[in-house]
């Protein structure tokens, strides 16, 4: 039931720099409701990543960036790493579901 | 260092109510709001609902006729009950805080199964 849609997988080589896009639409991102990600690794629970559209948590390395434009929003990862291997979930509010939404996920490989 | 723990029960049989509470400890309850999410196996993330401290609720409008929360500031805890389960609801249950989910509980499986 995601209302927000990521690539299923992307992938890079350790050092590249690869981004997960998350379409929504206007009653979610468009709007200007904050998008937030979400890095889950295996077995364990989600950690925030970026909060608001484009800022760390405090021990986030910086190789980790967000933007929102319009109905879209990305998660960039520059200076890839093994333990970047992960998925990653975005996720915003949604007016007229009057509640939250997480997107499809993206599961990141490290080549 | 804020943390949450969800606990409750493992398994629950088909047409039962599964019940969770999400304690809340190194932090206070009050003033956030507070989710429930879970996650099938293997599959993605779903919100399930929210609470206030003060009691007020938004569900998941897929879910709302079967899903009640409720919140004791007291205890630091907030509770999920969601009825007439289904193998469907078999996931990882997490408890999460705020509107960006800065902390979040560990999870704990709930299988539904006779």
């Known amino acids: 039931q995601s209302v927000l849609t990521q690539p299923p997988s992307v992938s890079g080589a350790p050092g590249q720099r690869v981004t997960i896009s998350c379409t929504g639409s206007?009653?979610?991102?468009?709007?200007?409701?904050?998008v937030h990600w979400y890095q889950q690794l295996p077995g364990t629970a989600p950690k925030l990543l970026i909060f608001?559209?484009?800022n760390r948590p405090s021990g986030v390395p910086d190789r980790f960036s967000g933007s929102r434009s319009g109905t879209s929003a990305s998660l960039a990862i520059t200076g890839l790493q093994a333990e970047d291997e992960a998925d990653y979930y975005c996720?915003?509010?949604?007016?007229?579901?009057?509640?939250?939404?997480f997107g499809t996920g993206t599961k990141v490989t490290v080549l | 260092q804020v943390q949450l723990q969800e606990s409750g029960p493992g398994l629950v049989k088909p047409s039962e109510t599964l019940s969770l509470t999400c304690t809340v400890s190194?932090?206070?309850?009050?003033?956030?709001?507070w989710s429930w999410i879970r996650q099938p196996a293997g599959k993605g993330l779903e919100w399930i609902g929210r609470?206030?401290?003060?009691?007020?609720?938004d569900y998941n409008p897929s879910l709302k006729s079967r899903v009640t929360m409720s919140v004791d500031t007291s205890k630091n805890q907030f509770s999920l009950k969601l009825s007439s389960v289904t193998a469907a609801d078999t996931a990882v249950y997490y408890c999460?805080?705020?509107?960006?989910?800065?902390?979040w509980g560990q999870g704990t499986l709930v299988t539904v199964s006779s």
């Open positions: 999460a805080r705020g509107h960006n989910f800065d902390y």
């Open positions: 190194g932090g206070s309850i009050s003033s956030y709001y």
């Open positions: 609470i206030y401290t003060s009691g007020n609720t």
């Open positions: 206007s009653s979610n991102i468009g709007p200007g409701y904050d």
């Open positions: 608001s559209n484009n």
């Open positions: 996720q915003s509010y949604d007016s007229r579901l009057s509640g939250y939404v």
